[in-house]
């Protein structure tokens, strides 16, 4: 109640209409925005998401739904990625969100990639994972989409989840607003942030006592010397999707090929990693130049959404290469097995992210809080780096 009346005895900013006054503003409204908003709403107090389209268009929407906890380093964020996927599973149930407890596999059509399995498996009850590795016959029979002239090992992990993004994100913000109390305001930019007022494009304002700033790549312009301090680096990834295939088929386990040991930092543990780093810089030098490793979802209406591919800084173009999509699409065929390789959407997403470390956080004005740079695994940890932050562990 203290904050809630700090808010309401907040000044009037002269010569402009204050539209509404609030304990916590969010400026974005992806899945790092709304899960601060949760917190909030968790903690009785009133909160406005502020977003400048008329809805989610973002990273957020972007990408496979996957939330991946196999793909976090172990011990602290790995632990936050568990988190974070039982609050989805909360999410998920009290706003009727589809989602799927599909599990993941890895599945390898090399020995060397084998090898980082096994070594990985042998080490993972240390490291907090619960994983199993598969010969080529369980692949084939526990996953339907595995090549089964070419599979020959897989690791598989039963605690990721798949969400439809562009659904799954529009129907959390419609929870929040329904049955959390939180308020949305789209459409509408922030253009500056001095507290306790946030300025909007229109020319309103709004007034709160605290700020989250969580919309991606905007801190730039909002912050422009805390952005130019901090590391942060745009990332471009393109995606493809193909069509349901007939009979309704179903992958089972989400699946990752062995280009994503490359990616992920949990088999950074893996002495045998270097081999296979070694291979494809030799042997396929373009996919580390466009830093192709290849995973597939499939959502409930049978798509298979495929991808993915990352550009840096200046290499990013608003023009997608139809060589990264002919890359991404040859990669996944060495191990992934369709009737229907159709594709009928493609498009590209750019995201933040902090080279070292999974999430961005800065305070560059009292009461003022910006979280950004989740690196592409914004599904995945967003709603556990918000509790951290609101429990000030972070």
């Avoid at 568990?82 to 589809?98: F, G, I, K, P, T």
């Amino acid at each position: 109640m203290k904050e809630r009346a700090s808010v309401m005895q907040a000044s009037n900013v002269v010569g402009q209409s204050v539209t509404g006054r609030y304990d916590v503003a969010v400026v974005g409204a992806g899945i790092l925005g709304l899960s601060h908003a949760y917190q909030a709403a968790l903690r009785g107090l009133r909160t406005i998401v502020l977003d400048r389209s008329p809805y989610a268009q973002g990273a957020s929407i972007r990408n496979f739904g996957m939330v991946w906890p196999i793909g976090q380093p172990a011990g602290k964020w790995h632990g936050v990625a568990m988190r974070s996927r039982a609050m989805w599973l909360d999410v998920c149930r009290e706003a009727d969100l589809w989602h799927e407890v599909s599990g993941s596999v890895h599945l390898v059509t090399r020995e060397d990639e084998a090898e980082v399995l096994r070594e990985f498996a042998r080490k993972a009850p240390g490291l907090g994972y619960e994983v199993e590795v598969w010969d080529a016959a369980e692949c084939v029979r526990r996953s339907p989409v595995a090549r089964r002239d070419a599979v020959i090992a897989g690791l598989y992990s039963a605690s990721e989840i798949c969400v439809d993004s562009p659904r799954a994100i529009a129907g959390f913000a419609r929870w929040l607003g329904e049955k959390m109390g939180v308020e949305f305001r789209w459409s509408a930019p922030v253009t500056r942030v001095e507290m306790p007022a946030v300025h909007l494009g229109d020319g309103g304002v709004v007034e709160a006592a605290r700020v989250y700033v969580c919309g991606g790549t905007d801190m730039e312009q909002l912050f422009p010397a805390a952005y130019a301090s901090a590391g942060i680096r745009k990332c471009k990834l393109q995606m493809l999707a193909a069509a349901a295939q007939a009979g309704g088929m179903r992958m089972g386990p989400m699946v990752a090929g062995g280009l994503t040991l490359r990616h992920y930092e949990n088999f950074a543990v893996c002495e045998s990693l270097r081999a296979v780093k070694a291979r494809v810089a030799r042997e396929q030098p373009e996919l580390d130049r466009y830093g192709i490793h290849v995973m597939a979802s499939q959502h409930a209406s049978g798509e298979f959404i495929l991808g993915d591919s990352h550009e840096y800084d200046e290499a990013i173009s608003p023009f997608d290469s139809e060589e990264i999509d002919r890359l991404i699409i040859e990669e996944l065929r060495r191990f992934v097995e369709l009737p229907d390789w159709r594709i009928t959407r493609r498009w590209h997403g750019v995201y933040a992210k902090l080279s070292g470390k999974p999430v961005f956080t800065a305070s560059p004005a009292e009461g003022v809080t910006v979280v950004t740079a989740t690196g592409g695994s914004g599904m995945t940890m967003a709603l556990g780096i918000a509790e951290q932050m609101w429990e000030k562990q972070l």
